[in-house]
């Protein structure tokens, strides 16, 4: 079962000849065809022209209502909510037929479907064409999926809110270029719901714009995206100066006869789209902005963090497979940033205090998880724990948003000021909000890796496959994919213990509200608790889905009854990457670095994981929590953690300052004082020449004779010398 790629192999061996496979591939794509695969990306886009319309309405209503001094009305109407919510249902309704018809026809290859040629200019040309294949169709449900539980949930959230057609516009338009980014034919089109999304979260994140905090983090997401726009814009200029095209069937068809194994091309190449993909995915040291995308609102945390913006990145190697897994140390590169990645943010959740905080730095952990995976080259198993971590951090964040609400309606009833997100002023929240408690809870075993929930299927897979790939016969980095698989271990315990102590501080123990909001504090209605009751069934059961062999035979894995389906279902998407796999890899290892297989692994990490939830929980049930009005002030360690390892302060030092410093400098010197300088100089020796001129050149015929005597004296005075 650890041979890579072993579909792939087959074909060499006494399996069907690549001409029978072919014909079989063409028969299967000729039974599939698309349903309207264009209304997926379109529907969003029309929510966002109507949403953007009754915006524009409501916010003249508003001006025209403040010139004539009348006091302010927020009622907002149901109808954006509607209109946003539902065309990302019918969105979700056609990618699911589509997905059912791609089910029956077992599809080989995948299938484009071209609209109009976008661009031309010499040989580069690009399609406004949209690709549905396995890994396309699968992004795309998560997407439209997850995202229509998230624009439920948002119903109730920003229901007071008067920005409230404006916030479903733009949560619309997000999802619309999230599926360009995943359905697109090419890299081309990818980069256009790259920028897209990137747009969308600078609009959401600083959706309050008023206040200056939230707005300064919109326009750092958006900063700090640029930076690594600029490595996928180079991987693109390269992959066209090698390919002659970004059409991805023809730059993966040809990448394996293109490029060298291990070659400096190869490396380059992904190498380039990884730094794309670092800022994305805010992967270190490019994950100072996710933490701060929190200004936005919580539905909008759930949406970037969970179905849409952080995963292009992953999304973006996985689909790039056959290039990675002729890079190895670029893979090897990959999966480094995202072990150091998973671990460094694990240990900033650990000394958190804004519920939101602990859930943006898990999230920058669980990345790395992917990230780790898709750079040992199990391409499969990043996508897998993408899409259940899909399920439970939508989860969370929707949990953590009802809590936020609930707390704030009580803070509000008693005009109190206190933080309503930090959990110090939280505690015993279970006797108030007993759904989302649950939920949470479900969420947070997910997560934490504990069978049956659905992250351990996919964080076990992961951390068996660094093993399994380090142990290769012809491993690259042995050694260093230990230390990897070491890594990610420790950082899936520290996940079990910051979420376990999250939910401590906010539902159990004594409350710490205050009497007097204690009894203002109430469940969330039921079309935010809707939600959260849909996504905890989909993180039980999600990680079902792909239940490894070894597991599936014995009794964590119920036997016939499950399927590694996902890992069938992906083979066609990353059959060239196994090929390549194959052929310079060998055999995968059989065993972890420190001896046992599989299932030993699966048990001892599931059981490790519950040890480390039980004892938290008892420990921390019993320890007392201060108000955050009344904590001491951090020191020593915790200071470090609860400070991020001051690397926002470092950023400040070493690029914020100096850059503002050189911009002043700039502003003052170059140009305030030598461009102004030259250009106004210029201007004041033309404006004194005419003053000189206009002392001669007056009009005065008087003057001019004056003049004509002067020089005529002069000059019989020169010759008389």
């Known amino acids: 079962m650890f041979a890579v790629g072993a579909p792939l192999a087959s074909l060499s061996g006494s399996a069907p000849t690549a001409a029978v496979l072919g014909v079989a591939q063409e028969q299967a794509q000729a039974d599939f065809t698309p349903f309207l695969p264009g209304l997926i990306v379109l529907l969003p886009l029309i929510g966002f022209l109507l949403n953007g319309a009754l915006a524009l309405v409501s916010g003249r209503r508003a001006a025209d209502a403040l010139r004539d001094g009348a006091p302010a009305d927020h009622r907002s109407s149901a ?140 326009k750092k997401a958006f900063i700090v995206n640029r930076i690594g726009d600029f490595g996928f814009l180079v991987g693109m200029f390269l992959l066209f100066g090698v390919f002659g095209t970004l059409d991805y069937a023809e730059v993966f068809s040809a990448a394996p006869g293109a490029l060298e194994y291990g070659g400096g091309v190869a490396t380059a190449i992904t190498l380039f789209l990884f730094l794309g993909a670092v800022g994305k995915s805010a992967q270190i040291p490019l994950h100072v902005w996710l933490p701060d995308a929190m200004a936005g609102p919580t539905p909008v945390s759930a949406l970037i963090h969970a179905a849409t913006m952080v995963t292009a990145g992953v999304y973006m ?15 090897a590169a990959v999966a480094v940033v995202g072990a150091l990645t998973a671990i460094f943010a694990a240990t900033i959740a650990l000394k958190q205090y804004d519920i939101k905080k602990v859930l943006a730095y898990s999230t920058v952990s669980q990345l790395g998880y992917m990230f780790v995976a898709v750079g040992v080259g199990a391409y499969t198993a990043g996508v897998f724990h993408l899409v259940t971590h899909a399920f439970f951090k939508a989860l969370l964040f929707l949990g953590a948003g009802a ?19 930090d959990m110090r002023n939280m505690g015993g929240l279970s006797k108030r909000l007993p759904v989302v408690w649950i939920t949470m809870w479900v969420a947070t075993l997910a997560i934490a890796g504990i069978w049956p929930f659905a992250g351990f299927f996919s ?40 979420m376990t102590r999250m939910m401590v501080m906010t539902f159990s123990g004594a409350n710490r ?137 470092c950023y400040d030092a070493a690029v914020v300052r100096p850059l503002k410093a050189a911009s002043r400098f700039c502003w003052k010197v170059i140009d305030a004082g030598v461009i102004d300088g030259i250009v106004n100089g210029v201007g004041h020796l033309a404006r004194g020449a005419g003053v000189f001129v206009s002392f001669v050149q007056n009009g005065g015929v008087n003057r001019y004779a004056l003049v004509v005597t002067i020089g005529v004296l002069v000059i019989l005075a020169a010759q008389a010398l």
Not at 574 to 600: C, I, M
Request: aromatic share 12%; charged share 15%.
């Open 513 to 649: 509200t205050g009497k007097a909001e204690w009894g203002h504090l109430k469940e969330a209605p039921a079309v935010m608790w809707l939600p959260l009751v849909l996504l905890a069934a989909l993180s039980i059961g999600g990680g079902w889905m792909n239940v490894p062999e070894e597991i599936r035979q014995s009794f964590l894995g119920l036997g016939p009854l499950t399927s590694e389906w996902l890992h069938h279902w992906l083979e066609p998407v990353t059959a060239v990457a196994h090929s390549v796999q194959d052929a310079n890899l060998g055999e995968l290892a059989h065993a972890a670095p420190f001896g046992g297989g599989e299932l030993d692994w699966a048990v001892v990490s599931t059981l490790l994981a519950l040890a480390v939830v039980l004892i938290t929980f008892w420990s921390r049930s019993r320890r007392e929590v201060t108000r955050a009005a009344e904590a001491p002030p951090l020191v020593g360690f915790g200071k470090v953690l609860n400070r991020k390892w001051y690397v926002d302060e």
């Open 79 to 218: 109808l954006p909510g509607i209109i946003g919510s539902g065309v990302v249902l019918a969105a979700f309704a056609v990618t699911l037929a589509n997905f059912l018809g791609m089910f029956d026809a077992h599809l080989g290859e995948a299938v484009t479907v071209s609209y109009w040629t976008w661009m031309v200019a010499g040989s580069f040309s690009v399609d406004a064409a949209l690709q549905l294949d396995q890994l396309s169709t699968l992004m795309a449900l998560v997407v439209t999926g997850v995202g229509f539980l998230i624009h439920v949930f948002s119903i109730g959230y920003m229901r007071a809110d008067p920005g409230y057609a404006r916030y479903f516009s733009y949560l619309n338009l997000f999802v619309a270029f999230m599926l360009v980014l995943v359905l697109g034919s090419s890299y081309a089109l990818m980069f256009v719901g790259w920028e897209g999304v990137g747009l969308c979260s600078y609009l959401l994140i600083g959706f309050w714009f008023r206040d200056r905090e939230k707005g300064d983090a919109g």
């Open 317 to 331: 190697i996985a689909r790039s497979s056959a290039l990675y897994s002729l890079a190895p140390a670029s893979g």
């Open 403 to 421: 809590v936020i609400h609930s707390m704030h309606e009580a803070y509000h009833a008693t005009h109190s000021h206190e933080d309503a997100q």
């Open 459 to 498: 964080k076990d897979e992961i951390i068996w496959k660094i093993a399994a790939f380090g142990g290769a016969e012809r491993a690259p980095y042995p050694v260093l994919y230990t230390l990897i698989w070491v890594i990610s271990l420790a950082a899936a315990l520290l996940t079990a213990f910051y």
